[in-house]
T-cell receptor
Framework: DTEVTQTPKHLVMGMTNKKSLKCEQHMGHRAMYWYKQKAKKPPELMFVYSYEKLSINESVPSRFSPECPNSSLLNLHLHALQPEDSALYLC????????????FGSGTRLTVV | ELKVEQNPLFLSMQEGKNYTIYCNYSTTSDRLYWYRQDPGKSLESLFVLLSNGAVKQEGRLMASLDTKARLSTLHITAAVHDLSATYFCAAQNTGNQFYFGTGTSLTVIP
C-alpha cells in the first residue's frame, strides 16, 4: 500500500458544526502532516506529528485540533470554523529523516457556510 | 525559515515549445522536490533531487539541482496540452519540513 487516504473528499459545514477530517496510511511512515491550501496558493503547513507526538503547530487557531491516535491515523477536528477556513486540506506522510519526500493524500475540499 | 521562490508565476506557452521554470531557495537545503497539481486535485510527486548536480528526466520534463547557487530548474521540452497544470517546487530543511515555492501555473496552448 503506497497511498495516503483522506476522508471525506468533500465537506460542507456550518459555522456551529463539529466535524473531523481523517487521514490514514499503511506505509510505516512515522511522520504525518496537515496542510491547508487556498486556491492558486501553495500548501501551508499546519501541524506535524512525529512518532505520534505533535512536534510542530504553525500557530494554527484552536478551532483546528489535530489528533494522532496511532502511527497510521491522523485526524483533524474542526469546530466553529469561519468561511475563510474554506480550503483544500491535505494530509501527507513521510519517513522522518529519510530523503523520500512526502506522500500526499487526495485532500478534503472543505466549504464553511 | 527557508524561503522558496519560483518564477514565473504564470506561463502560457505554445505546444512544441521549450521553457524553463526556476526555483530559488534562501538557505542551505540538499533536498529539492517538484510536484504537479491539477485543478482541485492533490499534489503528484514528479522529481526528488538529493544532491548537487542531480538531474532527473521523465518524458518531456527534466529537473536539475545546483545547491551552490541554491537553484533548481524544471525544463519542459516540446510542450503538449497534457502538461497544463500548476508546478510547485519544495525545499526540505534538516527538520524534515517542506517549504513550498509560490507555484507556476502552466497553460499549454495548441
Amino acid at each position: 500500500d503506497t497511498e495516503v487516504t483522506q476522508t471525506p473528499k468533500h465537506l460542507v459545514m456550518g459555522m456551529t458544526n463539529k466535524k473531523s477530517l481523517k487521514c490514514e496510511q499503511h506505509m510505516g511512515h512515522r511522520a504525518m502532516y496537515w496542510y491547508k491550501q487556498k486556491a492558486k496558493k501553495p500548501p501551508e503547513l499546519m501541524f506535524v506529528y512525529s512518532y505520534e507526538k505533535l512536534s510542530i503547530n504553525e500557530s494554527v487557531p484552536s478551532r483546528f485540533s489535530p489528533e494522532c491516535p496511532n502511527s497510521s491515523l491522523l485526524n483533524l477536528h474542526l469546530h466553529a470554523l469561519q468561511p475563510e477556513d474554506s480550503a483544500l486540506y491535505l494530509c501527507a506522510s513521510s519517513h522522518p529523516g529519510l530523503n523520500y519526500g512526502y506522500t500526499f493524500g487526495s485532500g478534503t475540499r472543505l466549504t464553511v457556510v | 525559515e527557508l524561503k522558496v521562490e519560483q518564477n514565473p508565476l504564470f506561463l502560457s506557452m505554445q505546444e512544441g515549445k521549450n521553457y524553463t521554470i526556476y526555483c530559488n531557495y534562501s538557505t542551505t537545503s540538499d533536498r529539492l522536490y517538484w510536484y504537479r497539481q491539477d485543478p482541485g486535485k492533490s499534489l503528484e510527486s514528479l522529481f526528488v533531487l538529493l544532491s548537487n548536480g542531480a538531474v532527473k528526466q521523465e518524458g518531456r520534463l527534466m529537473a536539475s539541482l545546483d545547491t551552490k547557487a541554491r537553484l533548481s530548474t524544471l525544463h519542459i521540452t516540446a510542450a503538449v496540452h497534457d502538461l497544463s497544470a500548476t508546478y510547485f517546487c519544495a525545499a526540505q530543511n534538516t527538520g524534515n519540513q517542506f517549504y513550498f515555492g509560490t507555484g507556476t501555473s502552466l497553460t499549454v496552448i495548441p
